[in-house]
């Protein structure tokens, strides 16, 4: 049986939401294995995903264009991570929600589901690994993300979304091939 993208997204966000709740203020200028973003930044993007793909869901359009500003807007941002992610579940649980094709980007909406589900569990790592926590994904949605992503890299690389994959040790955790194919190098550490 397939997992619905709301039922993943669930459990990638019972991951990643403590990972984004134990961001202290002193680590929000470092950087993270997202070379682009530092915690700050990238919890501002990973909110602004959150909240648009809540949209896309809809078969609405998103706008990817917006400067999100959260972590220093005001309000409690950590708080409004959590509260966004549940919405998001919750859209992508609506009937119809993985039916068709989604806003924006005219793709089908399972793929567009995979799209936020790898943003929501590859980005958590990321502040994890830079905040200095634990974290481990579901295995349910390490699963679904593997040959979703491995579907989506040519693509992605292409539109700048993906880095060039890394090459792994023999042995790599399926989790690892999953930030391998992202451009990302699971053996990160924070500096």
Not at 15 to 35: E, K, S, W
Not at 72 to 78: A, F, H, K, L, S
Request: charged share 25%.
């Amino acid at each position: 049986m397939t997992n619905t993208i709301s039922d993943l997204l669930e459990a990638a966000a019972e991951c990643a939401v403590p990972v984004v709740r134990g961001i202290t203020d002193d680590r929000l200028d470092a950087p993270t294995p997202c070379a682009e973003y530092d915690v700050r930044a990238l919890v501002d993007h990973l909110t602004q995903v959150v909240i648009n793909f809540q949209a896309l869901a809809a078969k609405k359009d998103a706008d990817f264009s917006v400067e999100a500003r959260f972590v220093d807007g005001g309000g409690d941002w950590r708080e409004r991570f959590a509260e966004e992610t549940a919405t998001l579940v919750g859209a992508w649980a609506a009937p119809g929600a993985e039916e068709g094709t989604t806003g924006t980007f005219g793709l089908p909406a399972r793929t567009v589901g995979h799209m936020v589900l790898g943003d929501l569990t590859v980005h958590a790592w990321d502040l994890a690994r830079a905040t200095g926590q634990e974290f481990t994904p579901s295995p349910a949605v390490v699963v679904e993300l593997g040959p979703a992503l491995d579907q989506m890299a040519p693509m992605a690389r292409k539109g700048g979304v993906f880095g060039e994959p890394v090459a792994l040790r023999e042995g790599a955790s399926a989790f690892a091939r999953v930030l391998a194919v992202t451009g990302r190098d699971p053996e990160w550490v924070r500096v």
